[in-house]
């Protein structure tokens, strides 16, 4: 896999990816995994951030802090980058958050967009995609294609993947090599119909119980 795409390996992310695979897994618990997974997602892509520093005081002594400088912008693939918005939130309380809406068409597998709240202008510096999982990577790509054609320099955005495919990865790799990609796991084979095996099901219908 290209250089850019990193896939994480701890311990608490593993337990909790297999907890969101099992089927007998309830909504309640499959939200709350999927939140926590992409915080560790949201901390570990967020590591080479920029940042500022400022003087304040303590109850003790003057001290010299640090914050985070760019502007972030939070970009949630609708509707299941829905469930990873809140954790990344958690972490960037002053962030921007843009819905993008694309939904795959059943036959062709093609991203179909009906949705799209980008303002007229760049407002961020640095932009968090987030897509629960990445199957075909078609869906990905077209998100991807509509925060260049804003704007934004791919060298400033960040995907973040719960659980993504192999193949679904070089084709996003393949048409955006410059761009950073974090996911919590990658699974080798994906189906006909676009699906990934083992992979964990619906994501958006396991978030929002309408199985």
Same mark, same amino acid.
């Given at each position: 896999?290209?250089?850019?795409?990193?896939?994480?390996?701890?311990?608490?992310?593993?337990?909790?990816?297999?907890?969101?695979?099992?089927?007998?897994?309830?909504?309640?618990?499959?939200?709350?995994?999927?939140?926590?997974?992409?915080?560790?997602?949201?901390?570990?892509?967020?590591?080479?951030?920029?940042?500022?520093?400022?003087?304040?005081?303590?109850?003790?002594?003057?001290?010299?802090?640090?914050?985070?400088?760019?502007?972030?912008?939070?970009?949630?693939?609708?509707?299941?980058?829905?469930?990873?918005?809140?954790?990344?939130?958690?972490?960037?309380?002053?962030?921007?958050?843009?819905?993008?809406?694309?939904?795959?068409?059943?036959?062709?597998?093609?991203?179909?967009?009906?949705?799209?709240?980008?303002?007229?202008?760049?407002?961020?510096?640095?932009?968090?995609?987030?897509?629960?999982?990445?199957?075909?990577?078609?869906?990905?790509?077209?998100?991807?294609?509509?925060? *260049? %054609?804003?704007? $934004?320099? /791919?060298?400033? +955005?960040?995907?973040?993947?719960?659980?993504?495919?192999?193949?679904? =990865?070089?084709?996003?790799?393949?048409?955006?090599?410059?761009?950073?990609?974090?996911?919590?796991? *990658? %699974?080798?084979? $994906?189906? /006909?119909?676009? +699906?990934?095996?083992?992979?964990?099901?619906?994501?958006?219908?396991? =978030?929002?119980?309408?199985?």
């Amino acid at each position: 896999m290209s250089n850019n795409i990193n896939v994480l390996n701890h311990p608490v992310v593993n337990a909790k990816l297999s907890q969101l695979r099992q089927t007998s897994t309830s909504t309640k618990e499959f939200r709350e995994g999927v939140h926590q997974i992409s915080t560790f997602l949201g901390i570990e892509a967020s590591r080479s951030l920029q940042e500022s520093t400022f003087e304040g005081t303590t109850p003790v002594a003057p001290f010299t802090g640090k914050a985070i400088k760019p502007q972030i912008g939070l970009t949630p693939i609708l509707r299941a980058g829905l469930g990873m918005t809140e954790s990344l939130l958690d972490l960037f309380p002053t962030a921007k958050v843009y819905h993008i809406g694309l939904f795959r068409e059943k036959i062709s597998l093609q991203p179909v967009e009906y949705y799209s709240k980008l303002p007229s202008e760049v407002t961020v510096d640095v932009c968090y995609l987030l897509d629960p999982l990445v199957a075909t990577g078609g869906t990905a790509c077209a998100a991807l294609q509509m925060l *260049v %054609d804003w704007g $934004l320099d /791919v060298k400033n +955005i960040k995907l973040l993947s719960v659980l993504a495919s192999e193949e679904g =990865l070089k084709k996003i790799s393949q048409e955006f090599p410059e761009l950073e990609i974090w996911a919590a796991a *990658v %699974d080798p084979t $994906l189906t /006909v119909e676009g +699906i990934i095996v083992p992979g964990l099901g619906d994501t958006g219908d396991r =978030l929002f119980n309408t199985l």
